[in-house]
């Protein structure tokens, strides 16, 4: 889309109307966009995966996980360095999901240690 600058300081001094049908134009493909979306999403819930599976067996799992993304995404919540080792490249693990924006941020090999022998093996540093 080209300048989308509005009122007296618009640098491109196009008449309203014509910025009018940009905006509506504009419109019209979010809808699109976000009804394709919405498709992709429903169409990745109906298929017989494994992963679909858990998310259908598992909706508030996979909300608290969904949230987790959307809150890192924005700016909302930071990734930490893993817990036990300090890597950066990491997971988030939730011990509740009753709090989905409450984390533990492991790196994959000591989430995956984690969820094989269980809650003991590490000390929590950061106090959660």
């Not at 909706?59 to 950066?88: F, T």
């Not at 693990?93 to 000591?110: A, E, I, N, S």
Request: aromatic residues 6%.
């Amino acid at each position: 889309m080209r300048n989308l600058v509005f009122g007296r300081r618009a640098t491109d001094r196009r008449r309203r109307s014509v910025r009018k049908l940009e905006l509506a134009a504009l419109s019209r493909y979010l809808s699109v966009e976000s009804a394709k979306l919405q498709a992709r999403d429903a169409a990745m819930l109906k298929t017989d995966t494994r992963q679909a599976n858990w998310r259908r067996a598992n909706p508030a799992k996979y909300n608290a996980h969904l949230a987790v993304q959307r809150a890192v995404k924005a700016g909302e919540l930071e990734k930490q360095a893993c817990e036990v080792c300090g890597i950066e490249m990491v997971d988030a693990h939730h011990d509740q999901y009753d709090d989905p924006l409450k984390v533990r941020w492991l790196c994959r090999r000591h989430h995956t240690r984690l969820h094989h022998y269980g809650e003991d093996m590490f000390p929590i540093r950061n106090g959660l």
